[in-house]
């Protein structure tokens, strides 16, 4: 049985693979709230993402055009990414994505982001890195 996969979601899969960066301390919890802790804590901006969503994909595309990298976790390509979902849910009150994370404070999501970017508070909170 061939499997076929739409162009859209490989460009997405690709397009995450290009802007994540994986820490490898970050990988070594082996407690899903520690590791999600982790990677809220130990990376400059971090997002939880599914590779397919369009949200998420704005908000990777966001970050590159200010030329960002940030630490992404992709959901559905995990696991345990459910119960990363749930762990957000406890921290933030959601369990949608994206969830954005800078220097350990919470964005919110794509449109929280992108006026971030507009009001120039997103800025002021990459300059205290």
Known sequence: MTMRLG???????ILSLLVARQPVAVESS????????NVIYSSKIAIFSKSYCPYCL?????LKELNE???VVELDLRDDGY???NVLLDLVGRRTVPQIFVNGKHIGGSDDLKAAVESGELQKLLITS
């Open 7 to 13: 162009l859209p979601f490989v460009i997405a899969v």
């Open 30 to 37: 082996n407690s899903v709230p520690a590791f999600v802790h």
């Open 58 to 62: 704005r908000a990777k595309r966001i």
């Open 69 to 71: 990298q940030p630490y």
């Open 83 to 85: 119960q990363i979902q």
